[in-house]
């Protein structure tokens, strides 16, 4: 009965790969999210999307690229992975674009040795 | 630009009351949330404030003055279990929440 489950838990990875994070709400929303919290804790949106369209897409480097099949899936694709990019990265999702408020996701643990 | 001011860790005794202060900047402004997040855990929604005033849901409540830029969090009847990360963020577009690092409350016996 998950309402937003994200696979996969841990992901550990060396520099260079290519690797993707999928996300699943089954809570009927219209905007899902990606957040990316790094060690100091700080959490940051990436992009949103509504009703599979792009409505947030924030300073994020190119090798990264969601894409929302429909409204209930929203993944992450990371191309060249790079150190810095170890996180924890969230999904999550809300009713509306300017509802509250956001259910995450339990996070993916992204390591890049 | 925007920036969010909070303390960065607060210890307080169980049973004890705590406000978690916040004050923000942001260019638009639509509200605050309040989001606590346990180690290794998801954040989870607390509470909104749309309006400038008090909102109370059980041991929690939050505050907000639109024309201060701040809020805070007020947290009764101090439990272990609070022990956790606060987030206040701001929204400021369209559900565009601005975190920040959040104040970490550890809660002592």
């Known amino acids: 009965d998950t309402a937003v489950s994200q696979t996969p838990k841990y992901l550990v990875t060396q520099m260079g790969n290519d690797k993707s994070i999928k996300c699943e709400q089954n809570?009927?929303?219209?905007?899902m999210y990606w957040y990316k919290q790094d060690s100091k804790k700080f959490l940051k949106i990436m992009f949103s999307?509504?009703?599979?369209?792009?409505?947030i897409n924030e300073t994020v480097p190119n090798r990264f690229s969601p894409k929302s099949p429909d409204k209930a899936h929203l993944n992450l694709h990371i191309n060249s992975l790079e150190l810095g990019d170890s996180a924890v990265y969230f999904c999550?999702?809300?009713?509306?674009?300017?509802?509250?408020?956001?259910?995450f996701g339990n996070g993916t643990r992204l390591t890049v040795t | 630009g925007q920036s969010l001011e909070q303390p960065s860790e607060v210890t307080a005794v169980e049973g004890a009351i705590v406000q978690i202060n916040c004050t923000y900047q942001?260019?638009?402004?639509?509200?605050l949330s309040w989001y606590q997040q346990h180690d290794g855990g998801a954040p989870t929604f607390l509470s909104y404030?749309?309006?400038?005033g008090l909102e109370e849901t059980g041991r929690f409540s939050s505050f907000l003055s639109r024309s201060d830029s701040y809020g805070y969090l007020l947290l009764q009847e101090l439990q272990m279990k609070d022990s956790a990360s606060y987030f206040c963020?701001?929204?400021?577009?369209?559900?565009?929440?601005?975190f920040g690092t959040g104040t970490r409350l550890t809660v002592i016996p």
């Open positions: 999550a999702s809300s009713l509306g674009p300017r509802e509250s408020p956001l259910h």
């Open positions: 809570l009927g929303h219209d905007t």
């Open positions: 999307y509504n009703n599979k369209e792009l409505i």
């Open positions: 942001t260019s638009g402004f639509y509200g």
């Open positions: 404030n749309a309006l400038d």
């Open positions: 963020a701001p929204q400021t577009g369209a559900n565009n929440l601005f």
